[in-house]
């Protein structure tokens, strides 16, 4: 089993519409991201959080918002999703001294 | 500002050639530095890293890459690819400042081998 799943795999929506992606991890870490992935950008950073009450906003967070409701769950919501929100969406763990992220198998949401 | 360079956005190789793909990072002070690798479809996993100690580590299959402080620079090597390296690659840096650190990504390079 992952050690970082992400739910759902795959999403095809509407302009408009609520999406929530979610997150979990069995390896105990602290630190907890999200990630969007688009083609010639690498990964950019949406939210991140340290700890269930330390929620901190990345480079990319406008549209979105984040939900830490246990220190193994990490979800992101996208209240009305827009078209250039279409991307790969990759959540991931660290440990707090080093730094080396644990990624999920991603999420690929489509917004027509 | 702080920011990570991969040089090459797309490398197009013949199996057996030797591949070298550039990573260079703005920031003077203490650093982690790793290679993540993504394969079609497939999400990133870790290739190798440097905390400390010899600047040339070694990964998974083969790869190695060179940390050079004085260039700020963590290139990642393979002697001979092979078709299955087909992969996107991204650099990644942790920056520590004060008890704070932030993780930075290149912005990836693109690798298709050839049979």
């Known amino acids: 089993d992952a050690d970082v799943t992400q739910t759902p795999r795959n999403r095809i929506t509407k302009t408009g519409k609520r999406i929530m992606l979610e997150c979990s991890q069995t390896k105990g870490h602290d630190r907890m991201y999200w990630y969007r992935q688009d083609p010639g950008l690498g990964l950019r950073l949406i939210y991140y959080s340290f700890d269930v009450k330390d929620i901190n906003k990345g480079e990319i967070s406008d549209g979105y918002s984040v939900s830490r409701q246990a220190q193994a769950k990490f979800s992101l919501s996208l209240e009305s999703a827009i078209p250039n929100q279409t991307a790969l969406y990759f959540c991931a763990t660290s440990k707090l001294s080093t730094g080396e992220l644990f990624f999920g198998e991603g999420s690929r949401l489509t917004v027509l | 500002a702080q920011s990570v360079s991969q040089h090459n956005h797309h490398v197009i190789l013949s199996e057996a050639a030797s591949l070298e793909l550039g990573c260079n990072y703005s920031?003077?002070?203490?650093?982690?530095l790793f290679w993540y690798v993504q394969y079609p479809g497939q999400h990133l996993q870790l290739l190798l890293k440097y905390f400390s100690g010899d600047p040339l580590v070694k990964g998974i299959k083969g790869f190695e890459a060179e940390f050079i402080k004085s260039k700020f620079s963590f290139n990642l090597r393979k002697p001979s690819v092979q078709w299955s390296d087909t992969a996107e690659y991204f650099c990644a840096v942790i920056l520590f400042s004060g008890g704070y650190n932030k993780l930075i990504f290149g912005a990836g390079t693109r690798l298709a081998v050839h049979p």
């Open positions: 920031y003077g002070g203490t650093v982690n």
